[in-house]
């Protein structure tokens, strides 16, 4: 079992940035595959980045690419995602979440373990 448990959400301007953190705890001597997504009011969890284990490996969802970054630091068990020029559609409850094994997915069905979520508001 790891528990999940994200931070660093807020209210911000358009084109500003946040740092999203999520902190793992519990079995985080296995390797895994590490996610965010984000789900907005009345729609579905949708994937927004994943990072391999080593953090040699990113992907982004087309709608983040090129403004935000996954990165991980596995010594503090620790997963962020950087966020810049942030866009009010980017307004969501962000999720963290832990994928058993090592292949990439951007299925939730794929992700075994699941954060509470941390709120994000883009707004003048």
């Known amino acids: 079992q790891v528990q999940l448990v994200e931070s660093g959400g807020g209210l911000v301007q358009p084109g500003g940035s946040l740092k999203l953190s999520c902190a793992a705890s519990?079995?985080?001597?296995?390797?895994?595959?590490m996610g965010w997504f984000r789900q907005a009011p009345g729609e579905e969890r949708d994937f927004v980045a994943a990072?391999?284990?080593?953090?040699?490996?990113?992907y982004y969802a087309d709608s983040v690419k090129g403004r935000f970054t996954i990165s991980r630091d596995n010594a503090k068990n620790t997963l962020y995602l950087q966020m810049n020029s942030l866009k009010p559609e980017d307004t969501a409850v962000y999720y963290c979440?832990?994928?058993?094994?090592?292949?990439?997915?951007?299925?939730?069905?794929?992700?075994?373990?699941w954060g509470r979520g941390t709120r994000v508001t883009i707004s003048i």
């Open positions: 519990g079995r985080t001597r296995s390797r895994y595959f």
């Open positions: 979440a832990a994928k058993e094994g090592l292949g990439y997915s951007s299925r939730r069905d794929a992700y075994d373990y």
């Open positions: 990072i391999n284990w080593s953090g040699t490996s990113t």
